[in-house]
């Protein structure tokens, strides 16, 4: 008797928008303007960690920061997709320009969770997210 075959694994997801904790890949700076500066190809979380940033201001003001998806340990986890990723492409929508350019080179778009899920109106919004903007 042949055993069925069985279905790959998915790829594991990552999280586009991580706590220096979690974080895995550095997926871009900040600029002053408020937009992501991708970093291309894949460049680990270490290196952005490894700079000093101001006393008193958290990485992720400074970095983007990218890590494996946790879902249901995520407060943004509705159970069957990240709510986070939702709200950024939604409440983007909204400011859009229509005339946005092509999808940044990101280092993470095959395993991201907000662009497995929302398609390609991820990246735009995504670039304009600052994980702590406090
Ligand atoms: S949303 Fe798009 S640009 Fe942002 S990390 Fe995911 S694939 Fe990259």
Sequence with gaps: MTEPARRPDPPERMCPSTSAA???????????????????????????????????????????????????SCGFWTGDHCGLGARVVESYREVADPAEPELPKCAIRRTCRWYAEQGPAACPACSHVVTDAR
């Excluded at 002053?32 to 490894?50: C, D, F, H, K, S």
């Design 22 to 72: 979690n974080a895995t890949v550095f997926l871009g700076m900040i600029s002053p303007a408020g937009r992501v500066a991708y970093v291309t190809p894949q460049v680990p979380a270490e290196v952005a960690l490894a700079v000093p940033v101001e006393a008193g201001t958290p990485v992720e003001a400074r970095y983007r920061l990218a890590g494996p998806c946790i879902t249901s």
